[in-house]
C-alpha cells in the first residue's frame, strides 16, 4: 500500500504558475497509476488528471487541458501537477489519491488510497 502526502500548494495571483507535488511512501508505487483531484468550497471533488505507472499516458479533465501537466518520478516516489495560467477558479484543496495498477481513470470510486490535501488559493 501507499500512503500519498501532499505539499506545493499557497496563495498565487492569477496569471502565475505552482507546482504541486505527492511523495507516496511505500515500495509499490510503481505499481499505481496516480490522480490528481480537486473540491473548491460548496462543490463536488473533481477530476483534474491521471498517470499511469510507467508515465507515458496521460488524462485530463477538459477545463484544465493546455495549463495544467502530471508527471511522475518513480525513483522518488513522487507526483508532480504543473499549473500554469493559474485562475480564481482553480482555487480548491488538491488531493493526490493513488489507483493499484491499470490506467489512470477519472473515476474517483476507482482510487484505493487518497492524500489530505493541499490548498491553493489564486488572488484575482
Known amino acids: 500500500q501507499v500512503q500519498p502526502v501532499e505539499s506545493g500548494g499557497g496563495l498565487v495571483q492569477a496569471g502565475g504558475s505552482l507546482r504541486l507535488s505527492c511523495a507516496a511512501s511505500?515500495?509499490?508505487?510503481?505499481?499505481?497509476?496516480m490522480g490528481w483531484f480537486r473540491q473548491a468550497p460548496g462543490k463536488e471533488r473533481e477530476f483534474v488528471a491521471a498517470i499511469n505507472w510507467s508515465g507515458d499516458r496521460t488524462v485530463y479533465a477538459d477545463s484544465v487541458k493546455g495549463r495544467f501537466t502530471i508527471s511522475r518520478a518513480n525513483a522518488k516516489n513522487t507526483v508532480y501537477l504543473q499549473i500554469e495560467s493559474l485562475k480564481p477558479e482553480d482555487t480548491a484543496v488538491y488531493y493526490c489519491?493513488?489507483?493499484?495498477?491499470?490506467?489512470?481513470?477519472?473515476?474517483?470510486?476507482?482510487?484505493?488510497?487518497w492524500g489530505q490535501g493541499t490548498q491553493v488559493t489564486v488572488s484575482s
Open positions: 489519491a493513488a489507483k493499484f495498477r491499470g490506467p489512470g481513470t477519472d473515476l474517483r470510486g476507482a482510487y484505493d488510497y
Open positions: 511505500g515500495r509499490t508505487f510503481g505499481s499505481y497509476a
